[in-house]
């Protein structure tokens, strides 16, 4: 039998002779409970937001993207393009032209970010579950059509029911300006407005896609890309995933960068994870806080069982049991509202996971918060929350013994 784990549990349940160390001592357990229950709330709450954003770039981005090592743009022939295109992996490999452009619409200019796609992404890309507005398509007969990102859209006052077309004007990249006329040097090209799309707060305020015919025209461009985008068969694993862009960077050389969703958006990955640390440990430190209410009630309690001690002392108990009874009474407060609050954060995520009891305010994506319970999270809420409340035990029995 542990002794000192025995004489811990007879203090935490026994009815103590001053009433108010058990109220401080069952607020400590509510408190830890809280914030535990906080902790995979919130965290779970983060979980939802991360996915939802992951999940709205996975429609758009391709499982690989292959851009030039050196430059802007290159042509995307030969045989290992052929090679990499008759793999089994592969659904579909789709050529996308970007840059910066200079675009018009009823008096409104802004700069933008357009992207040229082929008739290969308009069918491969899911960017149908994003359009808000209009219909996603590259062409309406033989007029080129841009689908544009809503907040720049907003800033142009552009809307697919409208017929004035959107300008899109970009230097001549061989030519000199000329200071006399300096539309001269300009290349320009018209598109008309076909649809409005929402993926993310970034990338709605500054991209417009165009056909990519229209871009090369624009750019000066005959059959250069920027990048070809991969699309892999949802069946095939993430390790099988990793295999076949390995194989794919090989094949290509040293002259290509092969990147994976990650690395595609890695400066966005880094600084949502950043993000989700930050959070825990904010949160762990009101832990913290609410924590020293088992400082108040254990200081307490020693003095309460001044009398035990000398009798436990006067059987031979040595100073270290000692010790160890009330630490494992301070630290079995805590790990007591931690299982609480781990058995309530755990249901309030899943109630609302399942049926999205708390609604979002306003015109989201989504009409309740998104949740996704993580047991990775429970497991180092309940690691955090563990060390927090034995250090706060440990505290009171040092400052008691100088």
């Known amino acids: 039998m542990n002794l000192p784990l025995f004489i811990a549990k007879r203090y935490l349940f ?16 509510i408190g830890m409970a809280i914030g535990t229950a906080a902790l995979i709330l919130i965290l779970s709450v983060y979980n939802g937001f991360d996915q939802l954003i992951r999940n709205s770039l996975s429609d758009v981005d391709p499982e690989l993207l292959i851009t030039p090592t050196s430059g ?16 089994d992996e592969v659904v579909s490999m789709s050529q996308v032209l970007e840059d910066d452009v200079f675009i018009s619409y009823g008096g409104q200019q802004s700069v933008a970010r357009a992207k040229g796609v082929d008739f290969i992404f308009e069918k491969s890309a899911d960017m149908q579950s994003h359009i808000l507005s209009g219909a996603w398509a590259r062409y309406k007969g033989e007029l080129p059509l841009a689908s544009v990102g809503v907040n720049l ?5 552009l809307n697919p029911r409208f017929v004035e077309p959107i300008e899109v004007y970009y230097p001549d990249r061989k030519g000199k300006l000329s200071p006399s006329n300096p539309s001269a040097s300009l290349h320009s090209a018209k598109v008309y407005p076909g649809s409005i799309f929402s993926i993310n707060g970034d990338t709605d305020g500054r991209l417009i896609f165009i056909p990519i015919e229209t871009l090369r025209e624009v750019l000066g461009y005959e059959n250069e890309v920027s990048a070809v985008e991969i699309r892999v068969d949802s069946t095939y694993s993430k390790r099988q995933i990793k295999a076949f862009t390995k194989d794919v960077r090989q094949a290509l050389g040293p002259d290509f960068q092969v990147l994976g969703r990650y690395q595609q958006h890695a400066s966005l ?9 930050a959070i825990y440990m904010i949160l762990l430190f009101v832990v913290i806080i609410i924590a020293f209410n ?14 035990d001690i000398a009798t436990l002392k006067a059987m031979g108990a040595s100073d270290k049991l000692v010790r160890r009874i009330f630490v494992l009474e301070g630290w079995l407060i805590s790990l007591l509202g931690m299982a609480v609050g781990i058995v309530l954060g755990v249901f309030l995520a899943w109630i609302q996971q399942r049926f999205g009891i708390v609604k979002m305010p306003g015109n989201f994506i989504v009409s309740a918060y998104p949740v996704v319970l993580k047991w990775g999270d429970v497991l180092l809420t309940a690691i955090g929350v563990s060390i927090i409340g034995l250090l706060v035990a440990i505290a009171p029995v040092l400052h008691r013994n100088r």
């Open 269 to 277: 990955y880094k600084m949502m994870r950043f993000e989700k640390a």
């Open 153 to 157: 859209a907003v800033k142009l006052g």
């Open 72 to 87: 802007k743009t290159f042509v995307p022939s030969g045989e290992v393009f052929d090679a990499i295109y008759d793999r």
């Open 294 to 307: 088992i400082f108040g009630s254990l200081s307490m309690l020693i003095i309460e069982k001044e009398d």
């Open 14 to 29: 026994a009815r103590k002779s001053h009433n108010v160390i058990n109220i401080i001592s069952a607020i400590s357990a």
